[in-house]
Antibody
Framework: QVQLKESGPGLVQPSQTLSLTCTVS????????VSWIRQPPGKGLEWMGL???????DYNSTIKSRLSISRDTSKSQVFLKMNSLQTEDTAMYFC????????WGQGVMVTVSS | DIQVTQSPPSLSASLGDTVTITCQTS??????IAWYQQKPGEAPRLLIR???TLESGTPSRFSGSGSGRDYSFSINNVESDDIARYYC????????FGGGTKLELK
């Protein structure tokens, strides 16, 4: 069965870089795309970006300058890196399969605070 | 970027009611809209894609319609399990979520 699981630090200091990993099972990264979506506490969903099955990436224009998505197909992992973090980046971060996210991870909560 | 305006932000319904949520996009999205349900503490669940195509496991009381820039999502005969927040997502190009609608019991 398809499963995705996010992992990463729960706390990041302002101005630092966030690094998250999405480990997938039950699917091949060479056959499917993976999206990242975030949700600040009590607020709505924001699509951040994705990596296509061919390794090409697309990003939300509002955070494009700070965001990078990459992958290691041999490890079935997708990586998110976002720099210059601020308190408004505090959110639950989800990875999900596909351009129209259907299978989702449980999410990882990231707090930006000193 | 395509903007998505979802309304209403919140909705109060009685069991058995029919409720409707709308999303208006800033440009024609050619029916490339999906609808999600999110319950507290959970990841969103995809209910409908391409305006009206129900995902496997989505109850038939959920439906979607629309074209161009205007889309709607309805729940017929609201059940207690439907209490959640609902989001639309346009995906004709870079995806954008609507702001969400919180469905509560009256």
């Amino acid at each position: 069965q398809v499963q995705l699981k996010e992992s990463g630090p729960g706390l990041v200091q302002p101005s630092q870089t966030l690094s998250l990993t999405c480990t997938v099972s039950g699917l091949s990264l060479t056959n499917t795309s993976v999206s990242w979506i975030r949700q600040p506490p009590g607020k709505g969903l924001e699509w951040m970006g994705l990596i296509w099955s061919n390794g090409v990436t697309d990003y939300n224009s509002t955070i494009k300058s700070r965001l990078s998505i990459s992958r290691d197909t041999s490890k079935s992992q997708v990586f998110l890196k976002m720099n210059s973090l601020q308190t408004e980046d505090t959110a639950m971060y989800f990875c999900a399969r596909s351009w129209v996210p259907d299978y989702w991870g449980q999410g990882v909560m990231v707090t930006v605070s000193s | 970027d395509i903007q998505v305006t979802q309304s209403p932000p919140s909705l109060s319904a009685s069991l058995g009611d029919t409720v409707t949520i709308t999303c208006q996009t800033s440009q024609n999205i050619n029916k490339y809209i999906a609808w999600y349900q999110q319950k507290p503490g959970e990841a969103p669940r995809l209910l409908i894609r391409y305006t009206s195509t129900l995902e496997s496991g989505t109850p038939s009381r959920f439906s979607g319609s629309g074209s161009g820039r205007d889309y709607s999502f309805s729940i017929n005969n609201v059940e207690s399990d439907d209490i959640a927040r609902y989001y639309c997502l346009q995906y004709v190009n870079l995806p954008t979520f609507g702001g969400g609608t919180k469905l509560e019991l009256k």
